[in-house]
Structure formats: structure tokens, C-alpha cells
């Protein structure tokens, strides 16, 4: 299984951005899936979160800028990020969780991380 995060790169103030996360392997239907970021010096933190089923939930932080969406059709995850400011830089990871089909052990995966800087 892998998560495959794209779309980070230089973004302006006030301006926007969307991230992808691709995963392969068959398990992205049935994920718990989120966006995590971690700034310079900071510990790591959950921006938003998806349910299997689409429920969503934004860090205070993101609430009315960022929003997570999910295609289970296509595999893929995406953050759509509005309204960017220079406190949004960070790198950005996809993560997945949930419960394997056979064994109902749990699992978590996370993808590689996209930069996201936000100039002023």
C-alpha cells in the first residue's frame, strides 16, 4: 500500500492550493483518511479528517478556508486549501487507517509529505 501526496509548491497569500493523495493497493474505500502538517519546529498536527462513509472534520486552525474531500472511485484524497496564509507552510501528509478485511488487525499508513509554502 502506498499514499502518494502531490500538489504542494509555492502559494501566495490569499491564494490557494489543493492537494492530492493517491493510494494504491485496495484498501482506500474502507480508510479512515486525514491530512496532517508539520511546521518547522512543531510537532505534527491533524489538519482534517474524512470517515469511509464522508463525514468531515477542520482543525479551528483551517475551518472555512480548507476543505477534505474524498473520490473512493478514483483512490484519492484531496485538500482543497482557500485563503492560504504564511502560517499554512508546512509539510502536508496523507494518512489512512482502518481495519484489514480478513484479519481485522488495524493498520495506518502515511504518505511522503508535500511542501506547502505560503509567501506573504
Known amino acids: 500500500v502506498q499514499l502518494q501526496a502531490s500538489g504542494g509548491g509555492l502559494g501566495q497569500a490569499g491564494g490557494s492550493l489543493r492537494l492530492s493523495c493517491a493510494a494504491s493497493?485496495?484498501?482506500?474505500?474502507?480508510?479512515?483518511m486525514g491530512w496532517y502538517r508539520q511546521a518547522p519546529g512543531k510537532q505534527r498536527e491533524l489538519v482534517a479528517a474524512i470517515t469511509r462513509s464522508g463525514s468531515t472534520n477542520h482543525a479551528d486552525s483551517v475551518k472555512g478556508r480548507f476543505t477534505i474531500s474524498r473520490d473512493n472511485a478514483k483512490n484519492t484524497m484531496y485538500l482543497q486549501m482557500n485563503s492560504l496564509k504564511p502560517e499554512d507552510t508546512a509539510v502536508y501528509y496523507c494518512?489512512?487507517?482502518?481495519?484489514?478485511?480478513?484479519?481485522?488487525?488495524?493498520?495506518?499508513?502515511w504518505g511522503q509529505g508535500t511542501l506547502v509554502t505560503v509567501s506573504s
Open positions: 494518512h489512512a487507517e482502518g481495519f484489514a478485511m480478513v484479519t481485522g488487525r488495524p493498520y495506518e499508513y
Open positions: 493497493g485496495n484498501i482506500f474505500s474502507r480508510s479512515a
